[in-house]
């Protein structure tokens, strides 16, 4: 099978976690993106839900995940409730 290259655009902090990612499951980003688009094909649309970012990141999620974005980056500890765990879980 003739073979090309692709060359996109991605943000250098997406790159490097989706290549850490892709390391971890033993695969590299050449793979990773022909298993996407192989899939694709097969389904014959995206493999996954696509969401607007509104409906998924909005008011008092959006805050919290904003929240726990800052205590990572800080390198602070993220503890949470079993409530909390199974709100989030339920979308809440």
């Known amino acids: 099978m003739a073979q090309t290259n692709l ?3 991605i943000d250098e902090n997406i790159k490097q976690e989706a290549e850490s ?3 971890r499951i ?3 980003t050449s793979t990773a993106i022909n ?3 192989r899939q694709a094909i097969r389904e014959q649309s995206i493999p996954f839900e696509l969401k607007p970012y509104d409906d998924y ?3 008092a999620k959006m805050e ?5 974005i800052g205590q990572a980056e800080r390198g ?3 503890t ?8 989030m879980a339920r979308g809440g």
């Open 64 to 68: 919290r995940l904003m929240h726990s």
């Open 76 to 78: 602070e500890v993220v």
């Open 57 to 59: 990141y909005s008011g």
């Open 35 to 37: 298993v996407f688009f």
């Open 80 to 87: 949470r409730t079993m409530a909390e765990l199974e709100d």
């Open 21 to 23: 990612l892709f390391n």
């Open 7 to 9: 060359t996109i655009r």
């Open 26 to 28: 033993g695969i590299n």
